[in-house]
């Protein structure tokens, strides 16, 4: 497969996915031509390997990740908001949407990038394990830490293994 043909059956793809690690349209589309540009230099080298995508995706994420990183970069995330929608209003739902993007965002850069490559990507442990370059143990922390700090933030109960 040529870097062409990879870039117009994947990209699309590739962008989603950045722009749910990222949570910012424009950053993500930064984010992805970053790296397919440094990809176009590697292609031949990454073609070869077994599993081309997995590289890309590995690349992608540990750009986001880099990019997090950099102090020039650091924004500064509120927890309030100005007002919240009332439950009949139309928007609810897409605030609703909206306030768990932005918890999400919350997250430490790999249980956000667990979340995003199993619920939006639909990745299996292992495959998410080769792009985060870790044991699947390690994807299955991840995911299970990122779950509870999502229900303690937004106040939903908590499983503690305990049966009435």
């Excluded at 306030?99 to 997250?107: D, F, S, T």
């Amino acid at each position: 497969m040529t870097f062409e043909e990879y870039v117009s059956s994947r990209g699309p793809a590739l962008v989603r996915l950045a722009r749910l690690l990222t949570g910012d349209a424009h950053r993500a589309e930064d984010l992805t031509q970053e790296v397919l540009s440094q990809a176009y230099v590697q292609w031949r080298r990454i073609a070869r390997a077994d599993r081309p995508d997995v590289y890309v995706r590995r690349m992608l994420v540990n750009a986001n990740i880099s990019w997090w990183r950099r102090r020039s970069s650091r924004e500064l995330v509120v927890d309030s908001f100005a007002e919240r929608p009332h439950r009949g209003d139309l928007g609810g739902e897409a605030a609703d949407r909206d306030e768990m993007w932005r918890l999400i965002l919350g997250l430490p850069d790999r249980q956000r990038a667990v979340l995003v490559l199993r619920y939006y990507e639909d990745l299996d442990d292992t495959t998410i394990a080769q792009i985060l370059d870790c044991s699947p143990v390690t994807v299955r922390t991840h995911a299970m830490r990122a779950l509870a700090n999502l229900r303690e933030r937004c106040g939903a109960p908590t499983t503690n293994g305990s049966r009435p």
